[in-house]
């Protein structure tokens, strides 16, 4: 019963939370009227114990998922391109070879 009503709750745009242990709802204007909030007063335990069950059944399932392969972009049949800063000391290096333009003492 719990379960169709959490269901027909979530179709009519209500979510309900967890905040300190206090069971909280958000719904659109009108949704929540004296008949939901009766429902929700008679049964706050087992809408507590269906959202703590959900959470660890998310946390469950995040834990077991399957990571993908990680392959190497490059095969190593080509160099890799140099960085732009790369590219700028090669340039100074072959602009002034005695000079020590890319060292910085501090």
Do not use: N, W
């Amino acid at each position: 019963m719990i379960d169709d009503f959490l269901k027909q709750a979530a179709q009519s745009g209500v979510r309900f939370r967890l905040e300190s242990g206090q069971l909280k709802a958000t719904a659109p204007k009108g949704v929540i009227d004296a008949e939901f909030s009766a429902v929700v007063s008679a049964h706050r335990g087992q809408i507590i114990a269906a959202l703590l069950s959900s959470q660890a059944q998310a946390q469950d399932q995040s834990s077991t998922m399957a990571l993908p392969e990680l392959r190497p972009v490059l095969d190593g049949s080509e160099p890799c391109r140099a960085s732009f800063a790369q590219e700028r000391l090669y340039f100074l290096q072959q602009l002034d070879r005695d000079g020590g333009h890319y060292h910085m003492p501090l």
